[in-house]
């Protein structure tokens, strides 16, 4: 099944795309999905014959500059001159290791999106719900998601809860993107099609049955795993410019030592030392640190850029920048880890700042003179933090084999607030055993918030914590909480945090607003 046989899967009704694949709500039988499995192979990123890494060293050599620069040690050797000869090829070695390490990270790309495909998933085959090796999914599988799961390959949703999955690996969009099941009437790029869920995702929230529609290199994945694979590095122009000088020079070095040889031999010197004349005269047109003074300049350029928080892959790309006049960018942070941090949080007047970075909860609170809060002003907030917590049903997980890192299940966003509670020094399991969550309203685009209804306090009452766009959350309050004590919400109140909301959301920071009840 082809990638451009797809999209046609989303504007189908989920009873359409079940008769379409020839499969029912109960799954496919054992027979039946071996038979498919054969068809369509393994569910599977397909790698193209690697070559060894012992080639795409030596291949460096290929380069006009590098031949010349062995030729030049060549003839110095010839000449005696043992000195420039190791100098010759220790600027060989260190240019075309350069070279050796740009091309290595390139081929690292594929197996970064490997690691994107899970091990293992849940489907129903027979009417039974059962784990598989996800290799061994195949099309009109019917597969079950849960919140903090991997999408094994792309799937048609048939049902689901409360569905919203982390689609920046294949969008760039940083929030979760709420599903449904409804078929879409009108042609929709990929980022809107929002009833198929696809490999290389993860479920933030919620849980669903979706159908597989495509596996392995036909998935979207598979398709930029291809393309990945299928890249052409063209030259760059300096490159290009680079070559054409080492012909001319190589040109040129013949041309006068085939000019040079008969008049050295016509003015009484022997052959020998006509050639060795000859020679020696020719070999110093060549610029020996041409190469590695250019690859040398490039590299100390892209060290610039990376303190600057810049990442360049190849050094070709920083004489790229420099011939550049518009430059087309995305939105911050969709491309790079997808994590969210807390770094500062307001509660009254206090403004307070937090340290660390990412979802490991190594941090402290400091206040607005950048000194560490004591434990006893911190106890005063202790409600604050449990309300970001108790709101929020994201996990953070340590890290173990699959993750070199603290990470999150779930929405991110949320996964930013109970690392802040965590940092609090709140401990989040015992606080979600304690205080039982009786029902939760998701998130909408109409209420602009979500709420949590809770058991909580020593008497066990009703309550709400409840968290959304600032502008919503005052909306709905009718006093405020500060270090401990509640007040009035007064309108010198709400002025002071919609102007505190937009001076930190113009310094591209999102905002919250936290509130129980």
Not at 94 to 103: C, P
Not at 387 to 395: E, G
Request: hydrophobic letters at 40%; a negative charge; glycine letters at 6%.
């Amino acid at each position: 099944m082809s990638t451009s046989e797809q999209p046609h899967y989303y504007r189908l009704t989920s009873d359409d795309t079940l008769e379409q694949l020839q499969t029912t709500g109960n799954g496919l039988s054992t027979a039946e999905a071996v038979s498919r499995l054969q068809q369509y192979g393994r569910n599977e990123l397909a790698v193209k014959h690697k070559e060894p890494i012992l080639f795409t060293y030596l291949k460096q050599v290929k380069d006009p500059m590098i031949i010349l620069l062995l030729a030049s040690s060549v003839i110095s050797y010839y000449l005696g001159d043992v000195r420039t000869t190791t100098i010759l090829i220790v600027l060989v070695l260190f240019n075309i290791t350069i070279g050796f390490l740009q091309e290595f990270k390139a081929e690292r790309v594929l197996e970064s999106l490997e690691r994107l495909v899970v091990d293992e998933a849940t489907v129903i085959r027979n009417g039974q719900r059962l784990p598989i090796s996800t290799a061994e999914i195949v099309v009109g599988d019917i597969v079950y998601l849960e919140e903090g799961n991997a999408v094994p390959a792309d799937l048609r949703i048939i049902d689901e809860d409360e569905l919203s999955t982390n689609d920046f690996a294949l969008t760039g969009e940083s929030n979760p993107t709420r599903k449904f099941t409804h078929a879409i009437r009108t042609d929709v790029p990929l980022a809107n099609r929002h009833n198929l869920v696809f490999m290389g995702t993860t479920v933030a929230t919620g849980y669903a049955h979706g159908v597989v529609i495509s596996t392995g290199m036909q998935s979207e994945l598979g398709r930029i795993a291809n393309l990945s694979q299928a890249i052409k590095n063209d030259a760059s122009p300096l490159q290009k410019e680079m070559r054409h000088i080492a012909t001319r020079i190589t040109q040129g070095t013949i041309i006068l030592c085939t000019l040079l040889l008969p008049a050295a031999t016509a003015s009484g010197l022997t052959m020998k030392d006509a050639f060795l004349f000859a020679i020696g005269i020719a070999s110093s047109l060549i610029p020996q640190g041409l190469p590695a003074e250019i690859n040398t300049a490039l590299a100390q350029a892209a060290s610039k850029l990376a303190k600057a928080r810049a990442l360049v892959k190849k050094l070709s790309s920083v004489e790229t920048l420099g011939a550049t006049n518009v430059i087309c960018t995305d939105k911050t942070g969709t491309l790079t880890k997808n994590q969210m941090t807390v770094e500062q949080f307001l509660i009254g007047t206090s403004l307070y700042g937090v340290t660390g970075a990412g979802y490991e909860p190594a941090g402290v609170l400091v206040d607005s003179k950048n000194e560490p809060v004591d434990a006893a002003d911190q106890q005063k907030l202790d409600l604050f933090f449990v309300t970001a917590a108790l709101a929020s049903n994201a996990t953070i997980r340590q890290p173990d084999e699959k993750h070199a890192t603290w990470y999150c299940l779930g929405d991110p966003t949320e996964g930013a607030l109970v690392t802040l509670a965590m940092k609090s020094g709140i401990n989040i399991e015992q606080l979600n055993k304690q205080y039982t969550e009786v029902k939760e309203f998701a998130f909408d685009s109409g209420r602009k918030c979500m709420s949590s209804l809770r058991q909580y306090g020593d008497k066990q009452e009703l309550y709400v914590f409840a968290k959304g766009a600032p502008e919503s959350i005052l909306e709905r309050c009718a006093t405020i909480w500060d270090h401990g004590k509640e007040k009035k919400l007064t309108d010198k109140d709400r002025a002071s945090i919609l102007k505190a909301n937009e001076q930190s959301a113009s310094q591209a920071m999102r905002n919250l607003g936290l509130a129980y009840r």
